[in-house]
Each structure stands twice: as C-alpha cells, then as structure tokens.
C-alpha cells in the first residue's frame, strides 16, 4: 500500500488544508494520506494553540488516512531541522512513496532548480558574506539564492516556498525514491494576520480566535470546517503568553551556563538572555534580544528548548533519526493500514502506553520529551496532565 506523506502543525486545520489532503491524494495517486504532525509544541517556537488529540481528529476528518506525532525534538528546530525530522518519520514507515506540501507559486521543476544551488561552489561563501552582515541564516540563505538564481529571487522571499525547498532537500537526503507532489497553495501566505474567508491562514484564525470580540470570534469560527469549530468554540486557543510565568521562571532559575547547553543557545547569546529574564515580562524579554541575527521565531525556539531541557546532546542524538512511530489516530476503514505498517517500518509503532515499552533504554529520552512537551503544554491548554497514558488511539 502506498503512502503520501504530509507534514503539518493544523494550529488549527482550516479549509486550505483539507483542500491540500484532498489534492494531495489525487496529485500522488497514492492509497492512503499519512500525516505527520508537530504535537506540543510547534514550528514557529510556540506552544501548539489547541491541544494534538484534537488537532490529530481534526486531521482524520479532513481525509487523512492516520496521523503520526512528529517528536518535540525535531518540532521545534529551524526549517531544515523540522523538514529533516518529519520526512525521516514518514521514511520510517517504509510505506512512504510521495511527499505533498503547499507551495504559493512554482513547483518540482524551481524547487529542484533551487536545491542544486547549494551544491554550487559559490554557495557557502555567499551565505557567510551575507552572515557577517549581521543577518539570520535564513535571510542569508535566501540572499544567497537569490544571487545564484536571480530569476527564481520572487519565490525565494515566500516562506512557504522555502519551507518546501527545506522538504526537498529532505527528501534529497533521506528519501530520494520519494517524488514531490506539490499542491498550489489556495487563499492567504500562511503568516497574512488578515481574516478574510474559510482560506485564511492558521495565524489569521488563531488572531482573531483570541481576540476580545465576541463577533471577530464568530466570524473566524464560521470560517472553519464545522467539526473543527464545533471543538474550537469550547477549547482555549493558546499561546505563548499562557507560559509566560513558566518560560520566565526556566530562565531565571539557570545560570547562563546551564542555558549556554540548551539547543540554540550559542554564540555567547546566553549572557544577554539571563540579563533580559529579570524583566517584567516575557515580550520585554525577547524583545531585549531580538536582533538581525536572533529573529523572534529563533528566540522563541530557544526559550521552549530551555523550558523543556532540549539540549545540543539531544540534537546531536535526534541527527540519527527517530525512534519510534507514535500514532495518535487513524480513520476506521484503514485501521489495517497500521499492520502494514508495522510490518514495513524501520522503527517501533507505538500505538498505547504498554507499546513504548518496546523502546530500547538508549532511545526511550525522545518518547519521554514527546510525553513532558504535552505535560507543560497542559499549562496552556487548561486541562489535565498525563494524557499521554489516557487519550485512546483516536478512531474516526
């Protein structure tokens, strides 16, 4: 049985993304849709808004055909981190034949174009040119680009093309039988705050889900699909703000030397980060650091590695692959989908609590963050702890 693969946040699933799990089965021609999906904690350095059983039902709904958890270790790294660590969970299946993503323009002809850049002997020099400007990897890589391929320099400043360009180079790398099997993005960029619509981007929905306004809030739940809102309107949207009082708490309580061994924290950066804890607030404290080089999104990421104790150990040990294969649901008629699995897989399927003790000592850390990643977003969330030893597989 073949799989196409789908690596996503759903913070929260809107109707853009049920357009792309239905494109993405038709456009790879695969049997069944397998989503990987951030659990706690997501991409952009945040605490996930709704909680990862909802948002794993919410994908089932939409026509995934399961859902997998993508381990907090990888979730919260840069894009090529997070691109790496959701392509090799699905590789770990040793089912996956496809990889879908959005993209706002192009396809496999740029993104190909693109990756061979960094193979050109130019393109090391020219992201250290552009890092001595004092600028982020990011902004360097894609300045970098941009010289290399001025004609594709429009699609190199969309973030969405770039997270698709980070797939690509995963796929490159760790799955090279793996075709690409794009989907043109449908409605707003994924960052646009404006709430225009059910195609609207997650950002613009969680905006106007915590907004004061019982209208605006209306208005957002209207745009959602109706299993998605029927949940929505009776859960918190969360963010960051509801960790406040822990984030700062982490910081205050470690010695820059302990920070200076949490994943991120390089460059003496720990320093100044201590310093701007004992301010009165976590944005004041953020906002003290930010820079060219230390962007809002990087700060964040750093911050939830140092709440959760993620460590340059643990990166390095993650830079071997996953270990496992949580899945948090799967629709009824494919439950026989995950004996394939199984069967296939390169890595244990851990499918209820008793299955995590397949694990070997060596390897049980990534399952055990995963489990404290949702204990301290329970904090955000307002509900409960220990879900991860009572949520059942989520069946739809």
Known sequence: ??????????????????YQIQKAREVSGCESVAVVMSGAFVQRGEVAAFDKWSRAKWALCAGADVVFELPAVYALQ????????????????????????????????????????????????????????????????????????????????????MLGLAYARAISAYAPHVKLATVRRKGADYNDPTLDGQFSSASAFRKALRSADAAERERALSALPPFVAEDAKHLPCSGMDDLEQALLYALRTRAPEVLSACAGVDEGI???????????????????????RYTLARLRRMLCAVLLGITKDMLRRAGEGPKYLRVLGVRKEKRGLLGEIAKNAAVPLICKKADA???????????????????????????RAGRDFTEPLIVV
């Open 1 to 18: 049985m073949s799989l196409c693969g789908i690596i996503a946040e759903y913070n929260p699933l809107h109707s853009g993304h049920q």
């Open 78 to 161: 840069a894009a090529p981190g997070f691109a790496a660590g959701g392509v090799r969970t699905l590789a770990a299946t040793g089912m996956l034949d496809a990889l879908s993503f959005g993209c706002e323009h192009g396809g496999e002809e740029e993104l190909m174009a693109l990756c061979a850049c960094s193979r050109d002997a130019r393109f090391d020099g020219l992201v250290k040119q552009h890092l001595a400007m004092g600028v982020s990897y990011a902004a360097a890589e894609q300045a970098a680009l941009s010289c290399l391929r001025p004609d594709l320099a429009h699609l190199v400043q969309k973030p969405n093309f």
């Open 270 to 292: 720990e320093y100044p980060l201590f310093r701007a804890a004992q301010g009165a607030s976590l944005q004041e404290a953020l906002f003290a650091v930010k820079s060219k």
């Open 357 to 383: 003790g397949q694990l070997k000592e060596e390897d049980r850390w990534m399952y055990e963050l995963d489990v404290l990643a949702s204990d301290v977003a329970a904090l955000a969330w307002k509900c």
